[in-house]
């Protein structure tokens, strides 16, 4: 009788223990999957920042090959000078060539700070439409498929998020 008792007891003393863990877990889990490599290739702001980038970087080349058919046509003349002027002319190129090669690195610099910036305006971009999505749809968890091994193609959201992205990216480009 009396283990019965302490059995009814306890079992009493425990049931709310259990309803509030039933509760405060949920039974399923939503969970997505975005691989993030297709998102970015396939967004069409990464294309157009690339292409702009290329503009950036032929640009500087066409800069950059007159300042060397400069410093050839000026070794060319070397030849057809006296010693004194050969002097004046050398030293001229002398300075034209310390002068490439500073171009060469603002341009290098130049061109690689744009693109991370660009790079982290994107991801940046990105991750703000994949939390919102996940937010409007009711996930608990978007994974990045860098860091899955295997998973099954309806968990894939990559599609929805590229998606987002250009259509967003499209309105505005037309603002």
């Known amino acids: 009788m009396a283990a019965k008792l302490l059995f009814l007891l306890l079992s009493i003393c425990c049931l709310p223990l259990t309803s509030y863990a039933a509760d405060t877990v949920p039974a399923v889990h939503k969970i997505g999957l975005v ?3 297709k998102v970015f290739e396939s967004y069409e702001r990464t294309k157009s920042s690339s292409a702009q980038l290329e503009a950036l970087s032929n640009t500087k080349q066409a800069q950059r090959e007159k300042l060397v058919t400069e410093i ?39 061109i690689s700070k744009k693109r991370e910036a660009s790079l982290k305006e994107i991801l940046d971009e990105i991750e703000q439409v994949v939390t919102e999505y996940s937010k409007q749809r009711g996930f608990d968890l ?14 894939d959201v990559t599609g929805d998020i590229v998606a987002i992205l250009n259509q967003r990216y499209a309105a505005k480009k037309k603002s």
């Open 142 to 155: 978007i994974l990045s498929d860098r860091a899955v091994l295997y998973t099954i193609d309806p968990l």
């Open 72 to 110: 050839r046509g000026m070794r060319d003349e070397l030849a057809l000078l006296n010693d004194e002027s050969r002097m004046e002319r050398q030293k001229g190129i002398e300075d034209k060539l310390k002068d490439l090669a500073q171009f060469d690195q603002e341009v290098k610099t130049t």
């Open 35 to 37: 691989r993030l490599e």
